[in-house]
């Protein structure tokens, strides 16, 4: 069996499914037994500062084999998702993709609904049995880490740059990455490897901000409440009446932002109503944190003072406000894409990943695919055709 493979199919075995509700990093425990078990791979590959700390953050260097001063780091994140299980995964390899619905049994991965699986057609593929997830988000990006620091490995010919590795905790949980200390793993730029289409490099995240909303009403007697009561709950409702209807997730994609109400509970007293805000573009996303605004100083002018107020709360930036300004790792993993015969595909993230905070911690961090689709849920497979491809595309941008 083939390097990339073997490795795959060991670290999906390995249960680590990460926390929400959990205070320590690693929010579980059992993130170390991925960690320990690369730890020895990277061993038996001859890595040099090869560190697993207490948050179960394991980094190791290969250094260049010609005096190279550029040092490239590549991440990939140990943990699955809380909500679904990662226990007892039981892979299912089909060979020689037929391009039809793959019958899992209890499931149908069905070809009208995943179009995707029309282009992976003669590709071996790997799904769950159903009942998990594969776990391909993110050990398809371990995996293929690995993967190249073998061929460098086995092909001490090849020259390369200074190849920096790091494994990280509760990527999914958005708390790992927050333990990382960018003293300690000094590169030039890195990537993470960590989901979509093999040709894809993407560093078009969303800004962020969150609302908090806070209304107070009066209750009255509802008998006696002519002219007197303030209904919070019903202040809420037109509060939201007074946003945009269509900058809402129902409605947006691509580069579209939008004001997603996530919660709202309340009764005649008292309304609470949280609120995200997403844009790629930073003047856009300031739009839709001034319409939250002015819709508060609306309700306050009819209402009275007070009787609404909002928290607005900026969380994470798009990293292309920073990397706009070095481009050279989006250009060199455009050049090493293309060097290994593909297109590359550069698409919007709806959403922020741990190289956004790495990049506003100030290492420029963009993300590679790995030829992992459907994650999160029991849908989720994996390309090893596009896996390989992945090992092609990360040997050359570490290769000199
Ligand atoms: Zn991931």
């Keep these: 069996m083939n390097y990339l493979l073997e490795q795959f199919l060991k670290y999906i075995k390995i249960n680590t499914m990460s926390n929400e509700d959990s205070n320590t990093t690693p929010s579980t425990n059992y993130q170390f037994d991925l960690a320990n078990e690369i730890k020895l791979d990277l061993e038996k590959l001859g890595l040099k500062d090869i560190k697993l700390n207490e948050y179960a953050i394991l980094t190791a260097k290969l250094e260049s084999n010609c005096n190279s001063n550029l040092t490239i780091g590549f991440l990939a994140h140990l943990d699955t998702i809380p909500g679904f299980s990662g226990k007892n995964v039981s892979p299912q390899i089909i060979n020689n993709y037929d391009g039809k619905d793959i019958d899992l049994g209890n499931i149908k991965i069905k070809v009208n609904e995943f179009t995707f699986l029309k282009k992976l057609k003669g590709h071996t593929i790997i799904t ?74 993407s560093y078009n995240n969303f800004n962020a901000s969150s609302c908090k909303v806070k209304i107070f009403g009066k209750d009255i007697h ?132 741990d190289g956004a905070k790495l990049t506003e911690m100030g290492l420029n961090t963009p993300n590679l695919g790995t030829g992992g689709y459907n994650p999160h849920g029991p849908y989720e497979l994996a390309s090893l055709n596009e896996m390989e491809n992945v090992v092609k595309i990360l040997i050359n941008i570490a290769k000199k």
Excluded: W
């Excluded at 776990?135 to 001490?156: R, T, V």
């Excluded at 805000?277 to 930073?282: Q, T, V």
């Design 222 to 353: 509802p008998g006696d409440a002519k002219g007197h009561m303030l209904n919070a709950s019903l202040i809420a409702m037109e509060f939201q009446n007074l946003l945009p209807t269509f900058n809402n997730p129902m409605y947006t994609e691509g580069f579209e932002g939008f004001i997603h109400l996530c919660s709202i509970t309340g009764d005649v007293s008292n309304c609470t109503l949280d609120y995200i805000i997403r844009d790629h573009n930073l003047k856009k996303l300031k739009k839709l944190e001034d319409m939250l605004n002015l819709a508060a100083t609306f309700i306050n002018k009819k209402y009275g003072d007070n009787t609404i107020v909002i928290a607005i709360k900026r969380e994470y930036y798009n990293m292309y406000e920073y990397i706009k300004k070095d481009k050279r790792s989006i250009n060199k993993a455009t050049k090493a894409i293309k060097d290994a015969g593909f297109i590359p595909v550069s698409l919007p993230i709806r959403g922020g990943t």
């Design 128 to 201: 769950t049995d159903g009942t998990t997830v594969l776990g391909a988000d993110d050990k398809a990006g371990i995996s293929e880490i690995m993967a190249m620091l073998h061929y460098f490995k086995n092909n001490p010919q090849i020259k390369h740059h200074n190849i920096y590795v790091a494994f990280t905790p509760d990527e999914e949980i958005g708390s790992g990455i927050l333990k990382f200390n960018l003293a300690d793993f000094k590169c030039d730029y890195a990537y993470t490897v960590d989901g979509g289409m093999y040709n894809e490099i």
